[in-house]
């Protein structure tokens, strides 16, 4: 009997070298194991359904070895010094972290621009945020942002964007909590082909499918993805300008960093 179609992981893309090696850094990052491991497990899942595919990383996944948060605060802290010095210097008092989650890239930011009034906000709260950062707010799932008692020189939404329901919105309530001239960072996936809109939808249903606990991250709905392109045209339409845009090396997703700035007068 014939094995159903496969639409998580559709074959035609398996023709493709480059799907194949994201694909294989992805499970290697994802489930901690060696790049070889990985290299085996995209091999043989080339002739089992979805839900076998799915089932075998299940199994998988606890058995990872799991990173423990302060080396993922050195990491991002590492990887954002890097990113900053691409992006330039910017002058900065008071930030917002939009879709903070954990808090680890809101420290990672704040210390390499040297901001000292830092404020943090997210639909859901995560364990240890508070002690990170001090300053955190719940922000209503419809895209409204909190409001705090001093206008923002920064905000930032790393990889919460796509989550958004409404990313206009977000974008929208960003720049009425600007500062004039402050900045907007954002960072991104750029969806450049159908496989690499594949692989994306991968990394988010893997998560979403594995870690149940943790729905709001990632996926209790289609995520949106779109263009590096699409991405800008959409800041410059809500009153950005460009300032700078960056792809983010370490990413096997295309993800790229965004920096815009507010209009003094939109
Ligand atoms: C992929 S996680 C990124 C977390 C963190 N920025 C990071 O890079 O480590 C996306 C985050 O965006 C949050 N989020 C989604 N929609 C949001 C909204 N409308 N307002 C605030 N946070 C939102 C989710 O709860 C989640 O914590």
Redesign the pocket.
Known sequence: MAKPERTLFPREFFKEIDFRFRLRILFSRFLNESPRKSKRRVFELYHLTDDEIIAQLKEAYPQRQEESTDNRLKTSKGRFKKIAVKLGPIAADTYL??????G??TLAVAQAWYIDHVFA????M?GGIETRIGRFYL???N?L?PHLPVPMDLISM???LH???DPVA?IQAAHQMLNPGGHLLI?EHDVSSPSMHQLITIEHALYHLIKEDDL???CDRPIEIKSQDEWQRLMEANGFTTVTLHKDDFEITNSFWGLFRKESCK
């Open positions: 972290d939009v879709g903070a989650g954990d680890i890239f906000c997210d639909t859901t995560y922000s209503t799932p895209d942002l790393i990889q919460v989550h958004a329901r977000l960072k709001d991250w990632h």
